[in-house]
């Protein structure tokens, strides 16, 4: 059974910080791509960064400078890092993970709440 488990959202004020981190089960993770995604009340889920099986990574034009997306394949694990934090910030934050032909997994969520 395939689980995506998010955690390290929460409350933050303005140009503060939070790691967000998941952890995966069931998979093998060395050879999965993985991303983070956030939908904010009334709109759509937005990619947010991605990271390949390799390293590479891309970033949202919006979050760029400020989130960098890391992986751990011996922790089976993904982490968002995420400074100088915005209100437009706030949404639930899921993590992805995807291979051709493989299949694509989600997690459940987490939230991401920036304000003062």
């Known amino acids: 059974q395939v689980q995506l488990v998010e955690s390290g959202g929460g409350l933050v004020q303005p140009g503060g910080s939070l790691r967000l981190s998941c952890a995966a089960s069931?998979?093998?993770?060395?050879?999965?791509?993985m991303a983070w995604y956030r939908q904010a009340p009334g709109k759509q889920r937005e990619l947010v960064a991605t990271i390949t099986s390799g390293g590479s990574t891309n970033y949202q034009y919006s979050v760029k400078g400020r989130f960098t997306i890391s992986r751990d394949n011996a922790k089976k694990s993904a982490f968002l890092q995420m400074n100088s934090l915005k209100p437009e910030d706030t949404a639930v934050y899921y993590c992805?993970?995807?291979?051709?032909?493989?299949?694509?997994?989600w997690g459940q969520g987490t939230q991401v709440t920036v304000s003062s």
């Open positions: 069931g998979i093998i993770f060395s050879g999965y791509a």
């Open positions: 992805y993970a995807f291979r051709e032909g493989w299949g694509d997994y």
